[in-house]
């Protein structure tokens, strides 16, 4: 499936190193397809320049040096081609088709070959995969996620009804044909909806979560936490982000859209104390285990609006000295925004998947005193359009 291709594209640039996928097309996913990766990278940095660019200077954009295989969380959804044989992959870009992946040059090379070993014990096991047409059947989705450093597996079978039949033969082979899989969770999603994974679930193996190291400190990864998707451009991003917060050790620091935790417990061995702001309850659980378990003891986790919350810390006049912030595509708002400057930390870092809403709240924050000092792009997400970037800002001089 890999095949390297040496053709020149329609601009007439070379095109070494490109793989080539079979399902490029119908998948949609990679949209850097015929170019090479270097060329993927610089066309990332010109939409940054022509976003961002107006606020600041951008360090050279950090690529992969290998920019393959690097998804540590793969999905692959299961059904029946005309045939009634089973099939599993990826829905078609923009609808609800299957197209039949069996590897993908993104995705873990271990999950992938998992998700093939899974079609074939349904056949023998005469399950059958779940129509969203009718409601008929049985078997939905796997979820795969993978510890980078640790070589965890967690295999999440999504099914839509609870019992799946011969439970224990079916994860006995299941183990013997992979003995790598370190956990099997069995997730119960009985609703129409296009979500992979329901409320309920059961281990059927293993703890029914995964570790990994990032920076040295360990993470859990539970089927539905927030985590980044590529480990080893995160700790390339996180160390660029720790570096622009430039911490003393005396510091208070605030870690909004904290997820689980990541950067402000990275960053707490030189911080003071570090405050962590959370949408997502999962997420902030998560956050609390991962303090305990790497013997933290100056990180607090809230479960709260980050918006409101920091809106409250600017009322009651509370003191940060430096700001991460790493918001959702949609940005940040100006709730947000407006307490942050209150707040006058010395340093804000910006970390965003956006430049879009990035440059509107760089504006945004350039009008109220505070400018950009510093930016890079780190390429999170290679052969896809996505752009990932941290800013560091500080108050501007009067
Ligand atoms: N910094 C983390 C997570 C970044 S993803 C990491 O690097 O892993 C953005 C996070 O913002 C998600 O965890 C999401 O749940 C959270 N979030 C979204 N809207 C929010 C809001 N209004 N207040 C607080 N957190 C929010």
């Known amino acids: 499936m890999e095949k390297v291709s040496q053709k020149k594209n329609s601009e007439g640039q070379k095109v070494s190193n490109t793989p080539q996928c079979p399902v490029v097309k119908k ?49 692959a959804v299961f059904g029946e081609d005309r045939r009634h044989n089973i099939i599993s992959g990826i829905y078609e870009e923009g609808t609800h088709r299957i197209v039949p992946v069996d590897s993908c040059l993104l995705e873990d090379k271990r999950a992938d070959e998992i998700i093939v070993s899974i079609r074939g014990l349904l056949k023998s096991f ?30 999440v079978l999504v099914l839509a009804s609870p ?48 570790e990994d190291t990032l920076l040295g400190k360990t993470f859990r990864i539970s089927s539905r936490s927030f985590y980044q998707v590529n480990p080893v451009q995160t700790e390339k991003l996180y160390q660029k982000a720790i570096a622009y917060a430039d911490l003393s050790g005396k510091e208070t620091v605030l870690d ?48 709260k609006d980050a918006g409101e919350f920091i809106r409250q810390m600017a009322e ?12 959702p595509r949609a940005g940040s708002t100006e709730v947000f925004l407006d307490s ?4 006058k930390p010395k340093r804000i870092v ?12 760089l504006r945004y924050l350039k009008r109220k005193g505070y400018r950009m000092a510093k930016g890079a792009g780190v390429d999170m997400f290679p052969w896809t359009s996505s752009i990932e970037a941290v800013v560091l800002l500080t108050p501007q001089k009067r």
């Open 163 to 210: 019992i799946l039949p011969s439970k224990n033969n079916f994860v006995k082979a299941l183990l013997k044909l992979h003995p790598e899989i370190t956990t099997i969770v069995l997730n119960v999603n009985s609703k129409d909806t296009s979500m992979i994974l329901g409320e309920k679930e059961t281990v059927l193996y293993g703890k029914g979560y995964i």
């Open 340 to 343: 942050l400057v209150t707040l």
């Open 126 to 155: 005469k399950i059958r995969p779940y129509h969203e047409d009718t409601g008929y059947g049985l078997f939905r989705h796997v979820l795969i996620r993978t510890g980078y450093a640790t070589g965890q597996i967690m295999v």
């Open 350 to 361: 910006y970390v965003s998947c956006n430049p879009e809403t990035l440059a509107r709240d």
């Open 256 to 303: 909004a859209y904290c997820g689980t935790g990541t950067i402000g417990l990275i960053a707490s061995g030189s911080a003071k104390e570090v405050i962590g702001v959370e949408l997502n309850s999962a997420a902030v659980k998560d956050a609390r285990i991962n303090a305990k378990q790497n013997r933290v003891s100056n990180i607090m986790f809230y479960e």
């Open 27 to 75: 998948c949609g996913g990679c949209k850097g397809f015929g170019l090479s990766y270097n060329q993927q990278l610089q066309k990332k940095v010109k939409v940054l320049e022509e976003q961002c660019g107006q606020f600041g200077k951008f360090e050279p954009i950090a690529g992969m040096k290998n920019p393959y295989h690097y998804r540590n969380k793969v999905h």
């Open 316 to 327: 009651q006049q509370a003191s940060v000295d430096v700001v991460f912030m790493d918001p």
